[in-house]
């Protein structure tokens, strides 16, 4: 009931049209969590804390909007922001996680603005754990930095509608500015561009979905550059359901090109297999990966580390909304040639509410 109030609250304060539906949602997620990082060479970092944020999934304050344009057409928005119940601001460090406006139809649906990205998408689907971000996770580090973060700022993007279990999505972004001398020399400039293109399948106990994408930044100060590359990234998810378990798979790969240093490109490659197991009130997941980074134009040896990684967790729900969770995870990376060895692990416990 009070869920209703609000939004009728929020519709009346933005005069949105009779035919509009406005929905306030959110998610809450706080719990403790204790980690250890060790090196080979005996350094070793330690923290713990009650006040843990987000570690089963962000938390965040939404609202959704929808009006029925007629034939068949529909406009909508997203705006979410991410909380932090754990601090006196309220707020997280990056607070605007989504914020668009849509235009949907028989044509499919179209969005401008901050959305989550196609290789987030990939790795949120198919990870056993859903990309919880504790450790244990290697794909991580296939969705950080542009275009595939887990969101991406100033995107137009398209999604066909579903056909025979199938869909495309094609995203575009581009942020430049450029200030140009009488000369004709580029004095300032700031590019962040990229394009993205996701296909997703699903029909009886299967699901796929594979995405590409490829970016660029450039910057230039004072008529220097001082940053200018490419990186292209690939990722594929897949899921078997067989009803008392669930077959989980992600493969990621990450190649950057540094177009001002040389032998500082580097690809990434990870692979993680996992399986989840309801067992009724609870579910049980289960993951272990392998990854690679190797920087190119060095001698794979000397330019190689090597990483391992599992995932233990459970999740038990209180009611529809309420879930209490215990994860814990071990990522181990080692340099080939010095054979130096770091190790992260840790704990999380937590309680979950969505409304």
């Known amino acids: ?21 406005v929905t306030v949602y959110g998610l809450v997620d706080v719990g403790y969590s204790s980690t250890e990082t060790k090196v080979s060479n005996g350094d070793k970092t330690e923290a713990s804390t009650f006040g843990a944020n987000g570690q089963q999934a962000g938390s965040r304050l939404g609202f959704r909007g929808e009006e029925d344009l007629g034939g068949g057409m529909k406009a909508g928005f997203v705006y979410e922001l991410g909380l932090d119940p754990t ?62 973060s887990a969101r991406a700022n100033d995107v137009v993007r398209y999604q066909t509608p579903t056909m025979n279990g199938l869909w495309v999505a094609v995203a575009m972004a581009d942020d430049t500015s450029k200030t140009t001398s009488n000369a004709g020399v580029v004095t300032t400039k700031s590019e962040v561009g990229g394009q993205t ?47 008392m378990l669930s077959i989980h798979l992600t493969h990621n790969q990450h190649e950057v090109d540094n177009k001002l240093a040389a032998n500082t490109d580097t690809d990434y490659s990870d692979t993680t297999i996992g399986v989840k197991v309801p067992v009724g009130a609870a579910t049980i997941w289960a993951s272990t990966g392998e990854g690679e980074l190797k920087a190119k134009g060095l001698t ?30 071990e990522t181990e990376g080692k340099v080939k040639t010095s054979g130096v060895k770091t190790t992260s692990e840790g704990m999380h416990f937590g309680v979950r509410h969505t409304f």
């Open 300 to 329: 794979p040896a000397s330019a190689r580390t090597d990483y391992s990684a599992y995932q233990l967790g459970a999740s038990y729900a209180l009611s529809k909304r309420t879930n209490v969770y215990a994860i814990v995870g």
């Open 197 to 243: 293109v996701t296909a997703a399948y699903a029909a009886g106990p299967l699901s796929a979905m594979v995405s590409w994408s490829s970016g660029e930044a450039e910057t230039v100060a004072s008529s220097v550059t001082t940053l200018k590359g490419e990186e292209t990234r690939i990722n594929i998810g897949a899921t078997y359901n067989l009803g």
């Open 87 to 148: 601090v006196s601001t309220g707020f997280d460090a990056a607070s605007n996680r989504q914020g668009f406006v849509s235009v949907s139809g028989g044509f499919g649906e179209v969005r401008l603005g901050r959305q989550y990205t196609g290789t987030f998408g990939v790795n949120a689907t198919h990870d056993a754990g859903g990309t919880v971000s504790a450790f244990g996770y290697l794909g991580t580090a296939a969705h950080t930095g542009w275009p595939t």
């Open 1 to 21: 009931m009070k869920k209703h109030l609000i939004a009728a609250a929020v519709a009346g304060a933005f005069a949105v049209p009779a035919m509009a539906q």
